[in-house]
């Protein structure tokens, strides 16, 4: 009887264990943002989406606390180029920190594509990927390594962003961090919000919201591992072809589309892991998006 309560107590234990463990994941979402959490156009933030329900949200637009720096600290970027980026939270009651940023035209679509970087292992950020609308948004949030800070208060993440090709107008990076006090809880947390902007130096070319083309489409998802859907409103003909180049201008594939659709289906299986860019041709029209592959 002593050996079937003991072995009940310890049974009861682990389960307690095992109980809080996730509790406490889920509270403080250690593996990462809810997914449209940055206080974009069309989204909440980390404090409305269920997980800091009192924390106090604060705008910092003046970056007081948080920044978000291009490269080496460019003020323009240059389209079909990739850059690390880099951003910093500083707050001094911060003992876990989490956040998420997405990168928008001036359409409030997803505009370039974001990777994460090779080292260090294990990795600190994650993509993340999210339909507003009708229309998908490509998100980088930290993982479970990527919410400890090395210095009490202070943390910082870095990831990879390439342009597109032929997009030139205004890009707005919208981040929302969070600066947790790991208490267990999810309250008395602080959450800042801020956007920042980059246009590329003396462009010529007219931004995406201008552009009316008839070979205008939208792709899905933007994080694949095989397969990419394309959609357009007015259809694809047999005279639309496509190519897929890499970030440095090699063109890997070239062929004709050969749905007649609203949509139409291209296998990428056989692409390693990346940022690529699928651009479809009609006549003297070229329209490109952006997409990754996932190993």
Known sequence: MKQKILVSIVALGLLGLLTAGKHNETILKSSGAHVSSTGAPGEKTCAQSGCHAD???????????????????EKYYT?????QITLRAVN?????FGFQVVALDTN???AGAFSVPDTPIPSLVQL???????FERQYLTHTSSGNKPATEGEIEWSFLWTTSFDYQGKITFYYCVNAANNDGENTGDHIYVASKSYTVKNSNLVENDKIKSDCDFSIYPSVTTDILTLYSADGFSDNFVYEIAS???????KDHLENKDESAVISVGDLPGGCYFLTVISGDRRVTRQFSVRR
């Open 128 to 134: 993340q990927s999210g339909f507003i609308g009708k």
């Open 79 to 83: 389209p079909a180029s990739q850059y």
């Open 92 to 96: 001094p009651g911060g003992k876990r």
């Open 55 to 73: 924390a106090k949200v604060d705008s910092d637009d003046n970056f007081t606390v948080t920044s978000i720096i291009l490269g080496d600290g």
């Open 108 to 110: 409030n679509r997803t």
């Open 247 to 253: 970030p440095a201008g090699i063109i890997m594939r």
